[in-house]
């Protein structure tokens, strides 16, 4: 079966990053592994492929996976070998997002005396694809990695620019490094395959994505909500590619995030510190981020920065698409002091560089800033 291409972007990085660029392939049709790294791409390079547990399950993985299991089963840590190439498997969700899992992917390599010539690949969404790429930056001080990404999160954001690590101390995404991927593998027929939670998670990335820096993609979720919550594919291939591209736009110009790719962080700051007082897992990524771009605009309006019909609008629209948006979210709502669990959360951000807290905030569509704001100002939004 011939692996078709709607759309390849190259995102190129800065000369003084370290890195030349990541090829984002935008492939139509049903997913097809065996095609692609058996046939088309075929290497001599060592590959490890790292998935987890639901994404081994999926039918559309069954000829990849059984290549390497001849028929075992498939349990969370296993290993299956195919000829030189091997595939772990790991347990899926956010509560395997550890270093110990990070470990396991370098330690599985070496265990197949994979050398700096190998190649990493993470096949799932982005906690696989956060994790597989900060093995690889590690693994004998760097070798190649590709992603395939299995959710839309993966798609519109987590799979691009190079952002890698894992959790720790129940805090989010702690420890890790920038370590872009040399190519992008992106179906947007495994969106499909979600679950409406996983589907609607990453559809609040994309939503800030469309706030940040597209005002059309903006009026195509607020007018289509129907359309885009029944995933029609003409929708899906447009919102992933107009996504990533944006995405990719912005880590060229900023690798670091010394600048603009802050921005990125919309809504972030209040979410991250949601999903910590939440238990990391409880919620999903987007449902916290939703609620966390819900904040930042009430914020923005509380400090006079943004007008009032500014913020009911995204409001608006986050809950048309089922997003919590009250001052605290219901899953924390038997949380004795929430605002005060809420605050210290927030402070554990590794953006912060002072006593306030700096968030990301909006005067209108794709007017963006950031700006430290002290305590009694966060703790007005979250009553």
Known sequence: MAIIESNV????????????????????GKSDLVSLFYTEHKTLQKRLFVTDTNIASLESMKEFVTLFTKGLKVEADSVFTNKDDVLLVLGSGEKYKTIQNVLKIAGTALDANFNRNSLFVGI?????CDMTGFAASMFKRGIDVEFVPTTLLADVDASIGGKTGCDFDSYKNMIGAFYPASSIWIWSDFVQ??????????????????????????????????????????FILQMITECAKAKAAIVNEDFKEKNRRAFLNLGHTFGHALESCAGLGKITHGEAVAWGIGRAVDLSVSLRIAEENFGKEVKDVLASYGYDMKPIPSCLENHIEVQKELLEAMHKDKKNQSDSIRVILQKNFSETFMQEVADEKILQVLK
């Open 124 to 128: 799932g969404g982005g906690v696989i």
């Open 193 to 234: 395959t979600l679950e409406e939670k996983e589907y609607r998670s990453g559809l609040a990335e994309s939503l800030k994505t469309a706030l940040l820096f597209n005002s059309e993609m903006w009026q195509l979720f607020k007018n289509n909500s129907r359309e885009i919550l029944n995933r029609e594919s003409s």
């Open 9 to 28: 972007f190259k995102l190129e990085f800065p000369a003084n990053s370290g890195f030349s660029s990541s090829v984002i392939h935008f492939l139509q």
